[in-house]
């Protein structure tokens, strides 16, 4: 019998197959993969196209949902943390209008970089709308914060702080306090100084005497670095079993209240005993009708300090920085602060009637705020299903009320997006700038340090500008995520110049 022709490839081994067999498996699972890929990008157009059309036939305002879970979260970290943040707002403002739908940190949310929509909804506190800030910042707060209180006390508490930081304890203690304080911190200056570590100082110190009468020292710096960890927390993921910095931040908040425990413990002993009693708000809370139980008081004062370590200390820096950019500016700032100094001896210190006279420096105050904008916005929640402006808003939806995009948007101010401190001098401010200018927030819960933080900044301009001369040699980048700061804490060499900063 004739053997049948040799198969060709007979003499291969098996093993010589598997670069063949190895493609067509590869070919296999690519092509699965691809059918996988195709499948799941399918199903995530279907599932955002039906999201898209079910919202909006639920009449939300139009926008983008972007993807399942994270939403446009991402989009919105990587702007701002750039010098440039701006693109996000303006794009989807252009697309769909300064009223738009989007879905941030885990949630849809309503965004808004409407002046009139913002009023509305910071006027309807606690009718329409409740404050929604993260769980990150409401814990590290305290359930007996301010952020968190609601109703009467909120208002009760929200005009006690008001009461010890507005025009009338500015003129009975606060001026001279903030002036000495000012001028002890700028009196140990030399050389090259980090602006922002330095103004956190000064605030920080501000805001120690404010609520217990002490002067710096010792035990105020080192409450001081425990505070640096717990704002650390603020933004870091808001549970210790996924994040280092958070575990850092509630053991920091621990050791703050343990602190401040002990201060509370101490001064309820000596008022016992009949010792006189101070005119701070430590004295104030423990003499209360109702009387506040330690835990209070210990949550009452973290998120005030928390206040006075991060917006005013970055206002600080950041007016030197754009003043410093703004040579014209800077000189008519000198100018408005040696006139102030010329009719005052070295050591004397500065009082209200002298604060209301630097209406220059007012003018840089506010096109810092404008252009900074420390507190970019503000989260609510709806209480309710409310209309605005033929859009609604489900109950239960978040709001964000972006006062950068009020702030930054040419309608409302001319050249928008560059610092004049001049505008706010003449009228080329485009709208009534109460409408439209809202670093400190509205209604209820607009801001009660307001006064506070725009006497301690221009205090300690200044001091500033009367004491020192400087140069700005670094470059130094501005991001606003987490926190809006320059990233090397904006160094300057400062030299003094001569007379003035005697501490008293
Ligand atoms: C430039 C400095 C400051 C800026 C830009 C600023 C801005 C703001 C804003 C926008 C709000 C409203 C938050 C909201 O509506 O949810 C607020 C609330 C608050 N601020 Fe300020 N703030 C500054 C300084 C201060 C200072 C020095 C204090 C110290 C007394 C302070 C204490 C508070 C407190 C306790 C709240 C909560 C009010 C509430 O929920 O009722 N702030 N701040």
């Known amino acids: ?3 049948p022709p040799a198969c060709p490839l007979s003499h291969l081994h098996i093993y010589s197959l598997y670069p063949f067999l190895s493609i067509i498996i590869m070919a296999f699972s690519f092509s699965f993969t691809a059918l996988a890929l195709l499948i799941s990008s399918l199903a995530a157009a279907f599932l955002l196209l039906f999201r898209r059309t079910r919202y909006l036939r639920m009449g939300l305002p139009p926008g983008s949902l972007g993807f399942p879970l994270i939403g446009e979260t991402l989009q919105l970290i990587k702007a701002y943390k750039t010098e440039d943040p701006e693109p996000f707002i303006d794009e989807r403002v252009t697309r769909y209008g300064s009223v738009f739908t989007t879905h941030l940190f885990g949630e849809p949310t309503v965004f808004s970089a409407d002046a009139e929509t913002n009023r509305f909804v910071l006027q309807n506190e606690g009718k329409l709308f409740e404050c929604a800030y993260p769980a990150s910042i409401s814990n590290l707060m305290g359930k007996h914060s301010l952020i968190r209180m609601e109703g009467s006390l909120h208002k009760r508490m929200h005009s006690f702080t008001m009461s010890f930081a507005n025009a009338s304890a500015m003129k009975d ?17 030399s050389s090259r100084v980090l602006l922002m570590e330095e103004s956190k100082k000064m605030t ?15 035990w105020s710096e080192n409450l001081r670095k425990e505070y640096h960890l717990v704002i650390e927390g603020f933004f870091s993921l808001s549970h210790p079993l996924f994040s280092t910095t958070y575990r850092k931040a509630i053991k920091a908040r621990r050791k703050v209240a343990e602190a401040l425990t002990a201060v509370i413990m101490e001064r309820r002993e000596e008022e016992k005993e009949g010792a006189e009693r101070k005119t701070d708000m430590l004295a104030a809370l423990i003499a209360a009708d109702d009387g ?16 006075a370590y991060e917006t005013t200390p970055t206002i600080m820096t950041l007016a030197v920085k754009f003043l410093t950019e703004t040579p014209l500016a800077l000189a008519q700032l000198k100018e408005e602060h040696e006139k102030i100094r010329a009719m005052k001896s070295d050591s004397e210190s500065l009082e209200w009637s002298d604060y209301k006279s630097m209406t220059f420096t007012q003018c840089v105050v506010n096109e810092t705020l404008r252009v900074a904008n420390v507190i970019g916005g503000v989260f609510r929640r709806a209480m309710t299903d409310v209309e605005i402006n033929g859009y609604k808003i489900p109950k239960g939806w978040k709001v964000f009320l972006s006062f950068r995009g009020v702030h930054l948007d040419p309608n409302n101010f001319n050249d928008a997006r560059t610092f004049n401190p ?3 001098q003449s009228n080329s401010v485009t709208t009534s700038p109460s409408k439209v200018f809202t670093p400190f927030g509205g209604g209820p819960r607009i801001c009660p340090g307001y006064e506070l933080a725009r006497v301690a900044i221009s205090v300690f301009l200044h001091h500033l500008v009367t004491s020192f001369s400087w140069v700005h040699e670094e470059k130094d980048k501005m991001v606003f995520f987490p926190t809006t700061r320059t990233q090397k804490r904006y160094p300057i060499t400062v030299k003094r110049r001569g007379g003035g900063l005697s501490s008293t």
């Open 1 to 3: 019998m004739q053997k």
């Open 173 to 189: 203690h606060l001026m001279v306090d903030i002036d000495r304080l000012v001028r002890f911190n700028l009196g140990s200056w």
């Open 204 to 218: 920080f110190d501000v805001a120690v005497k404010q609520l217990t009468s002490f002067d710096p020292g010792e």
């Open 292 to 307: 506040f139980s330690d835990e209070e008081i210990v949550d009452f004062f973290v998120a005030i300090l928390v206040d």
């Open 422 to 424: 001049w505008r706010w």
